[in-house]
């Protein structure tokens, strides 16, 4: 049992969007954000090769929440498709050209809630979208029409620092932050600790917590 619940919301969203608002720890991230883009590139038609697709969580970067880590292409242009078989054999040491990484901001997830954190991985997946199909990606007026099409903003806000800290009654470890008063800021007894299964409790975070 972790110290965060998922809480319903009126538009009942699908398990996979609901699991995002339960993640705990670092480690959940991944299964749960991957689960969801599934779910979203078939909801939206968004055309995303997961096979070459990888993950990973950032805990030291401060002003994006998410991104795509992709080479470089020369001279890639979207609108132009690329020809990757043609390109394969330019890579002397056997890796796929076409392989980019989702890399997901853990402060920013907890800065978010659930639905502003499905779109920032909605917004992920169309500069995967454009980089597997052309070999690179912007912010231009294709990802902006794209955007409007998935429901996700064109950038994404940045996040502060957190007004609560949340630590486990019996250890004292920081088991979450956040970023606003919600459920388990407003009743942190309601909760239990992920590392000693104790109570939880809730304060105001210091400068440079």
């Known amino acids: ?20 608002g339960a993640v705990g720890r670092r480690e959940e991230l991944i299964p749960a954000s991957r689960a969801y883009c599934r ?32 080479p ?6 979207i609108g132009d498709p690329l020809d990757w078989a043609s390109l394969a054999g330019d ?11 989702v890399s997901l901001t853990w402060a920013a997830y907890e800065a978010f809630d659930r639905a502003e954190w499905a ?22 007026a294709a990802f902006r029409e794209r955007a409007e099409a998935v429901d996700a903003a064109v950038r994404c806000r940045p996040f502060a620092d957190p007004k609560y800290v949340l630590r486990c009654s019996a250890c004292g470890t920081v088991v979450g932050r956040r970023y606003r008063e919600c459920a388990i800021v407003r009743e942190p007894e309601r909760y239990r ?3 000693c299964e104790a109570s939880v409790e809730c304060s105001r975070s210091r400068d440079g917590e």
């Open 1 to 20: 049992m972790t110290a965060f619940e998922a809480i319903d919301a009126p538009e009942s969203p699908s398990p996979t969007e609901r699991a995002l």
């Open 39 to 70: 779910e979203a590139a078939r909801e939206y038609g968004l055309d995303v090769a997961f096979s070459r697709l990888d993950w990973e969580v950032s805990t030291r970067a401060k002003r994006r929440a998410a991104a795509v880590k992709r």
């Open 72 to 77: 470089k292409i020369p001279d890639a242009e």
């Open 91 to 101: 890579w002397a040491d056997g890796t796929d050209p076409r392989r980019c990484t």
């Open 119 to 140: 779109a920032t991985l909605r917004h992920e997946l169309i500069h995967v979208e454009q980089f597997q199909r052309f070999g690179t990606t912007d912010h231009g």
């Open 193 to 195: 600790s992920s590392c």
